[in-house]
Nanobody
Framework: QVQLVESGGGLVQAGGSLRLSCVAS????????MGWYRQAPGKQRELVAD???????NYADSVKGRFTISRDNAKNTVYLQMNSLKPEDTAVYYC????????????????WGQGTQVTVSS
């Protein structure tokens, strides 16, 4: 069983910063891409940023220059540093990981965390 657990969400004023963390635990043999998605009330879940196992990154246009994704492969952890936060960043943020659970698994499976709330006040 694989679990992805997020932490670091909370309430912050506009212009402030937060750092999200997500740890993959349980049966984890290897992880390909990891990423952060968010879902605001009444909206679809959208990609915020993702990062490959080699460190290549991809960002949504709305967060470029403000958010930074990083990962620690040894700790099976992905981070999202969020600076210059805006009220429109308010959402539930979800961690995603492509996990190969065992050496004999032939594919990586997609797993999601339970989400962490980020609220930015104006």
């Amino acid at each position: 069983q694989v679990q992805l657990v997020e932490s670091g969400g909370g309430l912050v004023q506009a212009g402030g910063s937060l750092r999200l963390s997500c740890v993959a635990s349980g049966s984890v043999f290897s992880i390909n891409a990891m990423g952060w998605y968010r879902q605001a009330p009444g909206k679809q879940r959208e990609l915020v940023a993702d990062i490959t196992s080699g460190g290549s990154t991809n960002y949504a246009d709305s967060v470029k220059g403000r958010f930074t994704i990083s990962r620690d492969n040894a700790k099976n952890t992905v981070y999202l540093q969020m600076n210059s936060l805006k009220p429109e960043d308010t959402a539930v943020y979800y961690c995603n990981g492509e996990v190969r659970p065992t050496p004999w698994a032939r594919v990586h499976y997609n797993y999601w965390g339970q989400g962490t709330q980020v609220t930015v006040s104006s």
